[in-house]
């Protein structure tokens, strides 16, 4: 299964970031939630810090372009094989960095992706 990092995790059952958890969990994946405000989603506490996560296959945003610059280093130091750009969260700067570094980038819906089986 693939060690995923959700970025923009979210305690509010409202969000996408939410169901993204527990979706993620329920095929099987490891999540590491990672967020701006304290909280817990699918049994797991929101870290607020940046926490070291070795083996990240895949990084899912949930953090809109105008805040991602403080992400940046963060996520390209974690080295994941992909990161997942969810609607709204586009950014061509980021993708560019991240392909410089050979980290696939993908825009597409994670939900979706689970849903359909291409995750």
Not at 17 to 35: D, I, K, N, T
Not at 55 to 78: C, H, K, R, S
Request: contains cysteine; glycine residues 8%; charged residues 25%.
């Amino acid at each position: 299964m693939k060690k995923t990092l959700v970025l923009g995790a979210s305690d509010n059952p409202s969000r996408y970031s939410y169901q993204a958890v527990h979706r993620l969990q329920r095929h099987g994946h490891e999540v590491v939630p990672v967020g701006i405000r304290k909280g817990q989603v699918g049994g797991l506490d929101i870290r607020l810090d940046r926490p070291a996560a070795n083996d990240v296959d895949t990084v899912t945003l949930y953090v809109g372009p105008q805040n991602q610059p403080a992400w940046y280093d963060y996520i390209l130091d974690l080295k994941p094989k992909r990161i997942i750009f969810n609607p709204g969260t586009e950014n061509p700067e980021l993708e560019r960095m991240a392909q410089e570094r050979g980290i696939r980038t993908e825009e597409a819906c994670t939900l979706v992706m689970l849903s359909v089986g291409q995750y």
